[in-house]
């Protein structure tokens, strides 16, 4: 069974940065689709950034374009989403999902449903 496992979130001041990671554990015969999503209360969850599964191409929110990266190590089975110049308006639960992906795929997704297995998420709180 894949699964997600999220960390390194926290809280932060505005204009400060975070890290977080995504291990994913389990086996898989392909590649996989990675994408961040976040959820604050009393909104729906959105897309925040997604990478294929080499990694050569990734997708990002207008919302974040130029402050966030995300990022993967296959040899650690690891994504990252490198958060800079946070915002008030980015505290939410931040979840990492992943989809089985030709490796050699330029397969990207914005789209919550096409991911198949998610993590439990991790807060991310920044103060104004």
């Known amino acids: 069974q894949v699964q997600p496992v999220e960390s390194g979130g926290g809280l932060v001041q505005a204009g400060g940065s975070l890290r977080l990671s995504c291990v994913v554990s389990?086996?898989?015969?392909?590649?996989?689709?990675m994408g961040w999503f976040r959820q604050s209360p009393c909104k729906e969850r959105e897309f925040v950034a997604s990478?294929?599964?080499?990694?050569?191409?990734?997708d990002y929110a207008e919302s974040v374009k130029g402050r966030f990266t995300i990022s993967r190590d296959n040899t650690k089975n690891t994504a990252y989403l490198r958060m800079n110049n946070l915002k008030p308006e980015d505290t939410a639960v931040y979840y990492c999902?992943?989809?089985?992906?030709?490796?050699?795929?330029?397969?990207?997704?914005?789209?919550?449903?096409?991911?198949?297995?998610w993590g439990q998420g991790t807060q991310v709180t920044v103060s104004s």
């Open positions: 990478i294929t599964p080499s990694g050569g191409s990734t």
């Open positions: 999902a992943v989809r089985p992906a030709p490796y050699g795929s330029g397969y990207l997704s914005t789209q919550s449903l096409d991911y198949r297995h």
């Open positions: 389990g086996r898989t015969d392909s590649g996989l689709a």
